[in-house]
């Protein structure tokens, strides 16, 4: 057993000061207040922090590991449509497995070092469910299909009905409204426990299923889209399909308005941000503020290396106090560990019989939660790793 004392412990749901946490084997068995918990277990082993805050690790809710040799290779706000064309030429062909293992290595190293130790990473290939499985365990993959064509829908999901995957880490999932074909989208969301879908990232799926845009241009003018799309909007054909799945999981949600948060806050799901790859795409960003006031859970991703500059976790969440300076540390960091839990359907957090890795950052006494969002530089943060 050991017993981690610090000025402050961020729970997961709030700062508490002057306490401790018993763990053993990566589980909690206790929290307390450290004077009476170094008495009650005088056998465990101490470890004291001083100058920070202690941290249950931080929950990477949106993250596409396999994709880290994109990196720096999309252009950088020219609009969601030409983001979509080039990493459609860039994967067009196909990619040495050694590469993508390299990615899925090399980006869970970087997330470590900002405190990250569980994500929700969105996969095409499987190949990062053995490295998570040994490295972030307790972490989910979501297995992303995708055909708008319907024969090549089919074509997936008989693939899909032959293959074995360990339904205790993998979900199978939909990428999003515009790449989907009804049929595959009915099929993915009738085995799945958890979806993990891109909703509402770019403004063209407003108009998708009206048959215009730019997004709805692109894609038919590729061929890729079948006749008889026939649906009222988004949320109708997410009916339709039988994918109003309780705690489905809404990433981005760039354009989405109050009705679509509260509609989500409905079905007990959540909204994931990811903000500096909204940024890197179209500068365009969510409305913070509606969705905390929706009351909505809220999570928070780094999305891929082929849509931000880094996967730094603590980067992802000064982002957001810089961009929406009214949010208090408290509840950026709230989303950054139990909203991320409550999404993947983790018990995550320094409560008793929850998982977790402390990660200590040090910051000042004074309002520490603020002053760990405030740093500023290209330094990457001091995070220290019991």
């Known amino acids: 057993m050991k017993l981690y004392l ?3 412990v961020f729970t997961g749901n709030e700062l508490l000061q002057d306490v401790a946490v018993l763990m053993k084997n990566g589980v909690v068995l206790d929290v307390g207040g450290f004077k009476q918990m170094r008495k009650s277990y005088s056998e465990a082993e101490s470890i004291d922090f001083s100058g920070g805050v202690l941290f249950p690790g931080f929950v990477n809710a949106h993250t596409h590991l396999e994709l880290g040799y994109l990196k720096g290779k999309l252009p950088k706000k020219k609009g969601f449509v030409e983001w979509l064309k080039a990493i459609m030429y860039l994967k067009k062909d196909e990619v040495d497995n050694g590469i993508i293992i390299n990615s899925v290595e090399t980006g869970i190293e970087e ?8 994500v929700g990473d969105i996969s095409n290939t499987l190949l990062s469910v ?3 499985k040994k490295e972030m365990p307790g972490s989910v993959v979501f297995y992303e299909n995708y055909s708008l064509k319907e024969e090549k829908a089919c074509e997936v999901k008989n693939r899909l009905d032959g293959l074995k995957i360990d ?3 993998v979900s199978l999932t939909p990428h999003s409204i515009y790449s989907s074909h009804p049929c595959l989208m009915e099929y993915l969301c009738s085995k799945s426990p958890l979806i993990s879908i891109h909703f509402l990232e770019s403004l063209g799926e407003l108009d998708f299923f009206q048959g215009r845009g730019e997004l709805f241009d692109f894609l038919n003018g590729l061929g890729l889209i079948d ?9 109708d054909f997410m009916e339709k ?14 354009y989405g308005e109050k009705s679509d948060f509260e509609k989500i806050k409905e079905l007990n799901g959540t909204v994931c941000l990811c903000v500096r790859s909204n940024d890197y795409i179209t500068g365009e960003l969510p409305n913070v503020y509606s969705v ?15 849509s931000n500059i880094d996967l730094n976790f603590l980067s992802e969440l000064r982002f957001i106090k810089g961009k929406f300076s009214l949010l208090d540390a408290d509840t950026i960091f709230r989303w950054a560990i139990v909203g991320g839990a409550n999404a993947l359907k983790l018990k995550w957090g320094f ?14 006494f004074y309002n520490p939660l603020e002053n760990i969002l405030e740093r500023r530089g290209d330094k990457p943060p001091e995070v220290i790793i019991s």
């Open 167 to 169: 339904s205790k880490m």
């Open 111 to 118: 997330l470590k070092k900002s405190g990250v130790f569980v």
């Open 6 to 8: 610090s000025d402050y």
């Open 241 to 254: 399909c039988g994918c109003l799945k309780k705690g489905t999981v809404f990433v981005h949600c760039v």
């Open 351 to 364: 409560f008793k019989g929850f998982k977790a890795h402390p990660v200590f950052i040090p910051s000042s």
């Open 130 to 132: 053995d490295i998570l």
């Open 292 to 306: 905390c006031k929706s009351g909505v859970n809220v999570a928070i991703g780094t999305d891929s290396l082929s």
């Open 227 to 235: 006749e008889g799309l026939d649906f009222k909007n988004h949320w």
